[in-house]
C-alpha cells in the first residue's frame, strides 16, 4: 500500500522560505511521478509541481516557476519542495501525490498547511 506523508509546513512572512518533505512508501514502481498539489480555503485544488520518474522531467505552475523547486532523495524515498521568496497567495494546504503508469494521482498525503503572513 503507497504511503504518502508530508511535513515541514509552518507560517512565515512573505519572502520567507519553507522546504516541504514527502516520506514515501509501499511501491516498487519506476514509472511514477509525484507532485504538489495545493488547495486554499474556498479554491479548487491546484497542481504546483511534479517530477515524473521516466524522464526525469519537472513541471512548474507558472505562478511559483522561479521561486519552488521539487526534487527528491531516492535513497530516503523522499520528495522535497523548496519554497522561496513566499508570497500571501501562496498560502494553502499542501498535499503530495503519486500516480502511476500515467494514470491518475491515486495516492495522496494527509496534506501540510502553509500559512504566509504579509
Known amino acids: 500500500q503507497v504511503q504518502l506523508v508530508e511535513s515541514g509546513g509552518g507560517s512565515v512572512q512573505a519572502g520567507g522560505s519553507l522546504r516541504l518533505s514527502c516520506a514515501a512508501s509501499?511501491?516498487?514502481?519506476?514509472?511514477?511521478?509525484m507532485g504538489w498539489f495545493r488547495q486554499a480555503p474556498g479554491k479548487e485544488r491546484e497542481g504546483v509541481a511534479h517530477?515524473?520518474?521516466?524522464?526525469?522531467?519537472?513541471w512548474y505552475r507558472d505562478s511559483v516557476r522561479g521561486r519552488f523547486t521539487i526534487s527528491q532523495d531516492n535513497a530516503k524515498n523522499t520528495m522535497y519542495l523548496q519554497m522561496n521568496s513566499l508570497k500571501p497567495e501562496d498560502a494553502a494546504m499542501y498535499y503530495c501525490?503519486?500516480?502511476?503508469?500515467?494514470?491518475?494521482?491515486?495516492?495522496w498525503g494527509q496534506g501540510t498547511q502553509v500559512t504566509v503572513s504579509s
Open positions: 501525490a503519486a500516480q502511476f503508469y500515467g494514470r491518475n494521482w491515486d495516492y
Open positions: 517530477w515524473c520518474s521516466v524522464d526525469n522531467s519537472t
Open positions: 509501499g511501491y516498487g514502481s519506476r514509472n511514477y511521478c
